[in-house]
């Protein structure tokens, strides 16, 4: 599918190939008020920024390996966790969306993004009156799912499905101390999908199962982030070393793992998809 003018935003799917992405270095990271279980687990130990640093600088080199367009927004002290732009909006279709973040410590971060928007001319829609944070929005082609957590409402589902018309939207309840969506839940292509299903209604499960062919994470690599892949197109999967059970099993099926260590960046609860906000996907 190749768009006849490719506009500034263009994003129909998780997995269609990547070409512009933005994302922020953790110069800043730290675990300052715990919001999510893997911070309780490790507030104790704590960030070593050097390292983060690092290996965010190895993410950001692999994915410019493959010709996708890295943008870096500024990072500012005030913002611990700024590293994961996922959160602080998300495109849809022709069209980009700053989110509203319900975390205190996290509040401000969207400002970051709507300057960076304004000074490369790319209109925005402010989601001023919702609560919703880009990690419980996963597109796949016409259908939209939104994550129902102590993050994202029922109000702002409603909200998008007013002037969101041409797309399914579908909530989807889950365990909220697993924060957003895209920890127990993401799609890979568009017939395999990634899954906790500990976190989720049995309903939500048979629907999934329906509509696609269900990789089951296990709890233990629920925890490092198993489903929190990104896929960069043509069945490539930004992936962590340390899961290998998911690796086995996307390998099996056909995907090529690129294997990048973040293991002190998900300390703080996010892995790829956390960490990167696509701004263009497209098939040549």
């Known amino acids: 599918m190749v768009p006849k003018k490719v506009t500034k935003t263009y994003c129909f799917s998780e997995y269609d190939p990547l070409k512009q992405v933005v994302l922020c270095q953790p110069q800043h990271m730290m675990i300052r008020d715990v919001i999510n279980q893997t911070q309780e687990h490790f507030k ?3 960030i070593d920024i050097e390292r983060a640093v690092q290996q965010h600088h190895e993410l950001v080199k692999t994915l410019r390996s493959y010709n996708i367009d890295v943008r870096l927004l500024q990072s500012d002290k005030k913002y611990p966790e700024q590293v994961f732009t996922r959160d602080i909006g998300f495109t849809l279709g022709h069209s980009i969306f700053v989110a509203k973040m319900a975390s205190d410590v996290r509040k401000g971060e969207e400002d970051v993004l709507k300057q960076w928007l304004e000074e490369e001319k790319i209109s925005y829609y402010n989601l001023i009156e919702d609560r919703i944070e880009g990690g419980d929005v ?18 702002a589902v409603n909200h998008l499905k007013t ?43 048979k629907y999934f199962q329906s509509r696609y062919e269900l990789i089951e994470v296990t709890k233990e690599e629920q925890f490092t982030l198993g489903t929190n892949v990104l896929s960069i197109g043509n069945n490539r999967i930004l992936s962590l070393p340390i899961n290998r059970k998911v690796n086995e099993e996307l390998r099996k099926r056909g995907f090529e793992v690129i294997e990048v260590d973040l ?13 990167t906000l696509p701004i263009v996907r497209y098939h040549e």
């Open 138 to 155: 996963i597109i796949d082609r016409d259908t939209i799912y939104i994550g129902l957590s102590n993050r994202t409402n029922q109000g």
């Open 44 to 46: 104790e130990e704590g």
């Open 163 to 205: 002037f969101l018309t041409r797309f399914n939207i579908v909530p989807i309840p889950f365990t909220e101390t697993f924060l957003h969506l895209d920890c127990v839940f993401n799609v890979i292509s568009p017939e395999i999908a990634l899954i906790f299903p500990e976190a989720l209604t049995k309903e939500d499960i």
């Open 263 to 275: 293991s002190e960046i998900i300390k703080s609860g996010g892995s790829f998809r956390c960490c």
